[in-house]
């Protein structure tokens, strides 16, 4: 169904009364309302990350999102103040850099560089 909101002007925005235009384009947008829910891809923030990897502090997260081999944002918003990641993306990155997962295997990562670089 074609919405055309400038022929159904009246009916839509100037009658308060119920109508059948407006019965059939509230039934049409809310259809459509659906289907892009469900097209929506999953989007993570840092607050997201930040449970998902199980970190204290929200500087742990922010240090990661920084570097140069983490995904760019596909959106911010708030000013730039929050940006949201692909969830996709992010399970590409922890695939690739599989010691951010939890506590233990970052102290294990950390153990492992004391020992195999800063030592060497």
Known sequence: MTLDFEKYDY???????????????????E?????EK????KLLSNGDLRKRWNMENRQSVHNIVRRKQFPDPVVVFSDGKTPLYL??????????YPWILSPESRQKYAYWILKNVINN
């Open 87 to 96: 969830e996709t993306e992010v399970q590409v990155y922890e695939i690739n």
């Open 38 to 41: 469900n097209a929506l891809p």
């Open 11 to 29: 009916e839509l925005f100037q009658d308060w009364q119920e109508n059948p235009v407006k019965r059939s384009f509230v039934s049409e947008l």
């Open 31 to 35: 259809k459509r309302a659906v289907e």
